[in-house]
């Protein structure tokens, strides 16, 4: 079935760089929509960045102009570019495939999760 591995999690200092990755099983990322989402230590976990299977993006507010979601159809992977972090940006991050299902039902599936810690 639906399967997500995430890769490119790190410590990275404040102002830099980083890019994630988000292997999807099969025809996956390109079929579906996919998103990354974010969980920091008590804090609930928030949708960061979207992408739909047509290329329509979505970004939280707080990484807008920071944040870059694409999607590599060859290759069935989703990327979140991620430029000028903050410490704010510290946080578990997952990838997310929303797909349809029958009847209007929706299914979610999650990755492991990739640590990002950002030092100041």
């Known amino acids: 079935q639906v399967q997500l591995v995430e890769s490119g999690g790190g410590l990275v200092q404040a102002g830099g760089s980083l890019r994630l990755s988000c292997a999807a099983s099969?025809?996956?990322?390109?079929?579906?929509?996919m998103g990354w989402y974010r969980q920091a230590p008590r804090k609930q976990r928030e949708l960061v960045a979207s992408?739909?299977?047509?290329?329509?993006?979505n970004y939280a507010d707080d990484v807008k102009g920071r944040f870059a979601i694409s999607r590599d159809n060859a290759k069935n992977t989703v990327y979140l570019q991620m430029n000028s972090v903050k410490p704010e940006d510290t946080a578990v991050y997952y990838c997310?495939?929303?797909?349809?299902?029958?009847?209007?039902?929706?299914?979610?599936?999650w990755g492991q999760g990739t640590q990002v810690t950002v030092s100041s």
């Open positions: 992408i739909t299977s047509s290329g329509s993006t």
């Open positions: 099969g025809s996956i990322a390109s079929r579906n929509a």
């Open positions: 997310n495939a929303h797909v349809p299902m029958a009847w209007g039902r929706w299914g979610d599936y």
